[in-house]
Nanobody, 114 residues
């Protein structure tokens, strides 16, 4: 069982920045971040493959940057120019490229105030 430990959520004013971190207990090909607002489906924010390829949701492109340190099995999400609508619980994700297996972190709250 792969364990994911998240950190870095919190409260920030609109226009501010936060950095999320997620450490995995082992090396995983794909790591990323999803977010969920109560009553809505969990949505992809960004993901990064072991080799460094990335995907971003259109709503965060240009504001968020995902990166990883493969030596530490850790993925980061640098969130800049935060908007109120970025408020959500952010979940770390790790899995295979095909989705044949996946693991989730416990979630960390990000709240952006106006």
């Amino acid at each position: 069982q792969v364990q994911l430990v998240e950190s870095g959520g919190g409260l920030v004013q609109a226009g501010g920045s936060l950095r999320l971190s997620c450490a995995a207990s082992t090396s995983i090909n794909v790591m990323g971040w999803y977010r969920q607002i109560p009553g809505k489906q969990r949505e992809l924010v960004a993901r990064i493959y072991f080799g460094g390829s990335t995907n971003y949701a259109a709503s965060v492109k240009g504001r968020f940057t995902i990166s990883r340190d493969n030596a530490k099995n850790t993925v980061y999400l640098q969130m800049n120019s935060l908007k109120v609508e970025d408020t959500a619980v952010y979940y770390c994700y790790a899995g295979s490229p095909t989705g044949s297996f996946s693991y989730w972190g416990q979630g960390t709250q990000v709240t952006v105030s106006a």
